[in-house]
């Protein structure tokens, strides 16, 4: 702390600082004590008399309103635009538009500054051509020849897996988009 600092007036204000920011998060509390120790330190100099601390303390205001300006609620996050909503649902049914409407979604994923890379490659990977791959591989599946059937349970599972998965991977992209 510089020497400044050890002013009692100085002292005393960063104790009540610190008193009314004791509902705020560690970081928060230790950031806005640094701020004020910063300012004070810059504005006052190396030897300040009583009445310029007095009055850099005046212009600082209550410790209860630095407090208060830092608690204010967080603001509300931004809802998917249009560009997102695009993107995700061209992944899941772009696959019907002769697989360009898929490519045009992975584009837009891409594109869209609402996911993290990683999502975006869970996005492009997890199911290539969305709900019509799906069904074109039941299909296949089910109206093939001489295949040896494993059962009718089994086929619901693999149908349920099949479909499932680009449903959630959609899921996965709405919850994970982030303003």
């Known amino acids: 702390m510089a020497t400044e600092l050890l002013h009692p007036l100085v002292r005393d204000y960063l104790d ?16 806005l004590l640094e701020s004020v120790e910063r300012h004070l330190a810059h504005r006052l100099g190396p030897a300040p008399t ?5 009055d850099a303390l005046e212009r600082l205001g209550p410790p209860d309103r630095l407090a208060s300006g830092r ?8 809802r998917l635009g249009g560009l997102e ?3 995700i649902s061209l992944l ?15 584009f837009l994923l891409w594109f869209s500054n609402h996911w993290k890379w990683y999502d975006k490659v869970v996005g492009m990977l997890f199911w290539p051509f969305g709900l019509a791959a ?3 591989w039941v299909s296949g599946w089910m109206i093939g020849e001489g295949e040896a059937r494993a059962g009718a349970v089994l086929d619901l599972i693999r149908t349920l897996a099949i479909f499932g998965v680009p449903l959630m ?9 982030r303003p």
């Open 16 to 31: 009540r600082v610190e008193r009314a920011t004791l509902d705020l998060p560690w970081n928060e509390r230790r950031e």
């Open 50 to 54: 009583d009445s310029e601390v007095a």
């Open 71 to 78: 608690c204010e609620p967080l603001p509300e996050p931004e």
């Open 85 to 87: 909503w695009a993107a």
């Open 92 to 106: 899941l049914l772009g696959g019907f538009l002769g697989g360009v409407g898929w490519l045009v979604g992975v």
């Open 134 to 136: 799906s069904m074109m």
């Open 169 to 177: 991977t959609s899921a996965y992209l709405i919850r994970r988009a």
